[in-house]
Every structure is written in structure tokens, then in C-alpha cells.
T-cell receptor
Framework: QKEVEQNSGPLSVPEGAIASLNCTYS??????FFWYRQYSGKSPELIMF????GDKEDGRFTAQLNKASQYVSLLIRDSQPSDSATYLC???????????FGTGTRLLVSP | SAVISQKPSRDICQRGTSLTIQCQVD?????MFWYRQQPGQSLTLIAT?????????ESGFVIDKFPISRPNLTFSTLTVSNMSPEDSSIYLC???????????FGSGTRLTVV
């Protein structure tokens, strides 16, 4: 059973702080990882993807991948109330990239 | 990223009936994916739809319950058949982005079965 696990939260951080969202996966064959943001009642929106070990930065977001530890994280710097949402981690194999999603972490950023 | 138009956005249906959900993509894509998101849950892949061949269903999902059509490279439908209240979910279609830099979702269909 391929699994992607996330803490359901909620993770509460004050405005301006760094939010750290974590994800572990069980399938060592997973090659690519995606972070999605989902506002209540909306469809998931892709934030970042990462294929290689290490860090990948895009604006206020940094994705981190450690394949040896089977661990993926998303850091959100200067968190804003508008970042309050559920963040979904997903992993995929090579080939046609069927994604396996975690259950998501709910982030609450307080003004 | 590809733009996906999904409809209907929501529907309330009687048990025992069927609903067909449509997804139209603004570019040609090889594969389209159908997901279900039950209340408070994450996304579960129902099936993968290739143009010109039968859809590939995930464990726990069968063609009789969720028939899929894929008549061309920009369009697909998912039918939820003989619905029961347990089918109440959000159904989403997804495609790989043109630059293979992620997967884009349609806006979703919120289905309530009464």
C-alpha cells in the first residue's frame, strides 16, 4: 500500500512567521512530489513540485526533499492570513505519474 | 498550465439515478485523471482515462459504477451510476500540465445524493 502521510493539524502560526508543513511517504519508487493548496470548497491548486533531493525555492515557498529519509516538507515564509488553507502533499512515480495524496494539513495563519 | 472546464459545478441527485460529469481541456493531453474527494478526506484516484482505450480503474472502483468516456484528447466524462448517499463527494478531473511541471485540477463537481 503506497501511502503519503501528513499531520492533519491544524497548524497555527501568527502572521509573518514561518509555517513548516511535513509529509512522509512509504513508496521508495516515488520520484516526484507536489504540494497543493486547497481552500475550503475549492479544488486543489499546485504550489510547487520537487524531483531532486535538496531545496527548491519559489517566492515565499520552499520545498525540501530528502529521499533517504522519505521526507518532504514545505516552508512558507512571511505567512499571511490568505495562506490559511489545507495543504496536500502528493507523490508520483515515473511513467504516467499517478499521484497518491496525503490527507492534508490544515494551516491557520492568525493576523 | 492547462485550463480545465468542469461541469456541472454541483448537483443534488436522487438515489438510484446517474450523473455525468464533463471535463474539457484547452489543450490536447494524453491522459486525464478522475479523483474523488469525500467530505473531510483527501483525494482518491478513481481511474485514468486514455483516448482510444478503456480507462484504467483503481482498486475499489469499477467500470459499471463509474463508466468513463474519452472520445478525444481534450474531453472526458465520468458517470456516477445508480447513486447512493455514499457517493456524495467532490469529483475532480486532472491533467498533466503541458510542461510536465505539475498536475492541474478542474474546479470540481460537488455531488449530493439524497
Amino acid at each position: 500500500q503506497k501511502e503519503v502521510e501528513q499531520n492533519s493539524g491544524p497548524l497555527s502560526v501568527p502572521e509573518g512567521a514561518i509555517a513548516s508543513l511535513n509529509c512522509t511517504y512509504s513508496d521508495r519508487g516515488s520520484q516526484s512530489f507536489f504540494w497543493y493548496r486547497q481552500y475550503s470548497g475549492k479544488s486543489p491548486e499546485l504550489i510547487m513540485f520537487i524531483y531532486s533531493n535538496g531545496d527548491k525555492e519559489d517566492g515565499r515557498f520552499t520545498a525540501q526533499l530528502n529521499k533517504a529519509s522519505q521526507y518532504v516538507s514545505l516552508l512558507i515564509r512571511d505567512s499571511q492570513p490568505s495562506d490559511s488553507a489545507t495543504y496536500l502533499c502528493a507523490g508520483g512515480n515515473t511513467g504516467f505519474q499517478k499521484l497518491v495524496f496525503g490527507t492534508g494539513t490544515r494551516l491557520l495563519v492568525s493576523p | 498550465s492547462a485550463v480545465i472546464s468542469q461541469k456541472p459545478s454541483r448537483d443534488i441527485c436522487q438515489r438510484g439515478t446517474s450523473l455525468t460529469i464533463q471535463c474539457q481541456v484547452d489543450s490536447q493531453v494524453t491522459m486525464m485523471f478522475w479523483y474523488r474527494q469525500q467530505p473531510g478526506q483527501s483525494l482518491t484516484l478513481i481511474a485514468t482515462a486514455n483516448q482510444g482505450s478503456e480507462a484504467t480503474y483503481e482498486s475499489g472502483f469499477v467500470i459499471d459504477k463509474f463508466p468513463i468516456s474519452r472520445p478525444n484528447l481534450t474531453f472526458s466524462t465520468l458517470t456516477v451510476s445508480n447513486m447512493s448517499p455514499e457517493d456524495s463527494s467532490i469529483y475532480l478531473c486532472s491533467v498533466e500540465a503541458p510542461l510536465k511541471d505539475g498536475y492541474t485540477f478542474g474546479s470540481g463537481t460537488r455531488l449530493t445524493v439524497v
